[in-house]
């Protein structure tokens, strides 16, 4: 038998899969997706890859063929349909099949196993007195502890007797030989669900509701697999319908995987399915350890756990009976990975289910433009829920006008309208939520008398003011101390553009000091029990006001919060890509739909310098088809997804000038390509962010209506670049992006 192995290295030269005779006492154990030790090149230098295929024929001389040496120590082997996903992946997203293989394995290497261990008492309490008795005498202090303690409890804890009992591991070991006790070792899971299962509230569900559960439903019994997107209001019950349709999936022996766009999400998701099903629930996300990572991978391979839920890297929890995916407010971006291959979650997911024969579920009050498409030409079926659970009409919009409020001659950060309001509501001990889409207390610095921005010297971008002093880049993390003597004029005025948490917290506390705030961005949440903690917090009505970044307005569910304050919306309408009014418009939706969640009634208050934006409008009028109708109707005369479709190619190196001319190269090469009149070329040109980490950034962008000619594009520059043999520059891929390079 021979196999067909990608080897661990992540180069292109190397990216195709290389034939390795099987020795017999492997035979039966090498399978697809093992992960085995090779001996590789000219001086067989022992190396590690991935089984992707098994065959009993060799297109090669047989005598000319190395063995695998052996299974890779401590390794995952990875599922057969994984690997078909990853080869889906390095096809249509651009990387090497090692990159691809990674990325499709949330798991790679075994962890030790954390054990429990207990001490129990093989005599009865009278034999146990007696020996204790003797141990006195002898002045054995620690044994007679031990022995005692015993009497009255005949199953203690190895660790307690070690640390709060001060008995050494020696004097246990001594009893152990005299067959006076045993040590009992227990493998024992890493739980990343560290509370008691909460009380379930199962609801009944709405007629509009039900027709979903049995339509999808009756697909499924018919053997029809399709994609359902449910376009429902916020406050509209879709997570029931989620629970309802995961619960039926089970009861066929079936397993579900529930993708959540924020870490930030997994806990309040957490909570409620777990009411409902238990242990069989578990999660998985970037923020837990490698030992809690693998124990949750053990407990899917031994059938304990059969939903699992987690943002985009849960979608390769390899189940082996797969029935349902449910993705939801799949509009998110951080559905789209940010290193290569940069695939999207959701067409992954769909490939997922073709594979599997499952279904595929998406959700959102904000649907994103490609979905919504996709149900208007019917190739997604689609569903509406209008209606809040709670019988709550949706939140009264106000939208502020900060020309006027200045005019005015308030120079506040809050509309009159919005103080006034959140007065209000902190009289009443009602909650507040405040979305602001920039963190820290700055936005930029910069010198009042010449004009100069202070940025990060390995980055294009400008630094960012906090408040311990310290001026700080949000990509690469180089910081210096503030001053206000300007590097470039000398003039003692520099001063922050002020408009991040921070500075919204501090004039909360300022204006409110009666209020008790919280405050949640990247910089308040470096670990995952920060998350739990603010929310659980803010949920308990431990807090009058929530201060946050975009992820205070995902998903949330807090039956406390009438007022949503939307700070500063112009941050979101301006930003440089074509998608910056559907991103607004999702956020302002979005963040005002946590409002009014409870009994009683909502109000959002959007502030900004744009109050006509159209993106402002229909966000006021809640209108998500008459928005959708605008928009689509520009991405159609530009041609931009969905309706067309855009790869992004992005050169990078630390040498500028051979990354222009790199560029220049590849969009020559583009040029001559046969197809060249079906598409469209934009650039070469420098990236939005020209230079991160000391790396400079050049960008093409092609368009076709045609994804496989844009697929075809980037066969032909990955073939052709690698005759180049590369070794200071890269060049990346991004299909339809998310945002500008």
Same mark, same amino acid.
């Given at each position: ?139 054995? @202090? ?593 299909? @339809? ?5």
């Amino acid at each position: 038998m021979y196999a067909e192995v990608i080897i661990d290295i992540s180069h292109e030269k190397l990216d195709r899969p290389f034939t390795y005779k099987i020795p017999a006492r492997l035979e039966n154990l090498v399978e697809e997706g093992s992960r085995v030790d090779i001996p590789f090149g000219a001086g067989n230098k022992i190396i590690t890859g991935y089984v992707i295929r098994l065959t009993d024929k060799c297109s090669y001389d047989p005598s000319k063929i190395k063995e695998i040496t052996d299974i890779s120590k401590g390794s995952v082997k990875a599922d057969a349909n994984l690997i078909k996903l990853a080869t889906f992946i390095r096809k249509t997203y651009g990387s090497t099949q090692i990159n691809a293989l990674k990325t499709v394995m949330p798991v790679k290497k075994c962890v030790k196993r954390e054990v429990n261990r207990r001490v129990v008492s093989k005599m009865d309490s009278n034999k146990l007195l007696c020996l204790a008795e003797e141990a006195s005498k002898k002045h054995k @202090n620690a044994q007679e502890r031990l022995l005692r303690e015993l009497i009255k409890y005949p199953d203690i804890s190895y660790t307690f007797i070690t640390g709060k009992m001060n008995v050494s591991a020696q004097t246990i070991n001594s009893l152990v030989k005299n067959d006076v006790i045993e040590v009992i070792s227990e493998n024992v899971y890493r739980n990343p669900i560290k509370v008691d299962r909460p009380e379930d509230t199962k609801n009944i569900l709405s007629d509009e509701q039900m027709k979903i559960v049995n339509d999808v439903n009756a697909d499924i019994a018919a053997n029809k697999r399709e994609t359902y997107l449910i376009h429902g209001i916020t406050g509209s019950g879709k997570t029931e319908v989620y629970m309802h349709l995961i619960e039926d999936r089970i009861k066929e022996g079936k397993q579900a995987i529930m993708l959540i766009p924020e870490i930030a999400l997994t806990y309040q998701n957490l909570m409620r399915f777990y009411a409902r099903f238990g242990n069989m629930v578990s999660v998985i996300h970037s923020k837990m350890t490698a030992g809690e990572r693998y124990d949750q991978f053990l407990k899917v391979k031994e059938g304990q756990v059969r939903i699992m839920i987690g943002p985009r890297s849960a979608l390769f929890t390899p189940f082996d009976n797969l029935g349902i995916v449910i993705i939801d407010e799949e509009h998110e971006s951080s559905y789209k990975a940010e290193n290569m291959p940069k695939y999207h979650a959701r067409e992954v997911a769909e490939k997922l289910c073709e594979l599997t024969n499952s279904v595929l579920v998406l959700g959102s009050a904000t649907p994103s433009l490609e979905s919504y498409y996709r149900a208007k030409q019917g190739i997604y079926k689609l569903y509406k829920l209008n209606s809040r659970l709670t019988g709550n009409t949706l939140p009264t919009v106000y939208v502020e006008d900060m020309r006027e409020e200045l005019k005015n001659g308030n120079k506040s950060v809050f509309s009159k309208r919005l103080h006034d309001l959140i007065k209000d509501r902190l009289e009443k001990h009602e909650q507040i939520m405040l979305f602001l889409n920039r963190r820290g207390v700055s936005g930029f610095v910069s010198c009042r008398e010449c004009g100069e921005v202070i940025k990060c010297p390995h980055c294009d971008v400008s630094l960012s003011y906090h408040k311990d002093g310290m001026l700080k880049c949000h990509y690469c993390g180089y910081e210096k101390p503030f001053s206000k003597i300007c590097p470039k004029c000398g003039s003692e005025k520099v001063r922050g553009f002020k408009a991040g948490t921070q500075m919204i917290e501090d004039f909360v506390r300022k204006e409110f000091p009666y209020a008790l705030t919280l405050r949640m961005d990247a910089d308040s949440t470096k670990k995952q029990e920060d998350y739990e903690s603010i929310l659980s917090r803010f949920s308990n009505r431990e807090a009058d006001i929530l201060i946050g970044t975009q992820m205070i307005v995902k998903g949330h569910d807090f039956k406390g919060v009438t007022l949503v304050g939307i700070v500063a919306a112009d941050m979101a309408l301006n930003s440089e890509d074509y998608r910056a009014g559907e991103r607004a418009f999702q956020q302002f939706v979005q963040a005002g739909g946590r409002a009014g969640r409870g009994d009683n009634p909502g109000e959002v208050v959007i502030q900004t310098y744009q109050p006509d934006h159209y993106a402002v409008n229909y966000a006021k009028m809640q209108d998500y088809e008459a928005f959708y109708e605008d928009e689509i109707k520009y991405r159609e005369m530009l041609m931009y997804p969905p309706v067309g479709n855009l790869l992004g190619v992005q050169i990078t190196g630390e040498d500028e000038k051979r990354v222009i001319k790199l560029s220049s190269v590849i969009s020559d090469m583009i040029d001559k390509m046969p197809i060249r009149k079906d598409i469209g070329k934009i650039g070469p040109a420098n990236a939005t962010l020209s230079k991160k980490c000391d790396i400079y950034r050049r960008v093409i962008y092609i368009k076709s209506i045609d994804y496989d000619k844009l697929i075809l594009v980037k066969d032909t520059i990955e073939t052709e670049t690698d005759k180049f043999n590369l070794t200071k520059e890269t060049v990346m891929f991004d299909f @339809n992006p998310m945002s500008g390079f």
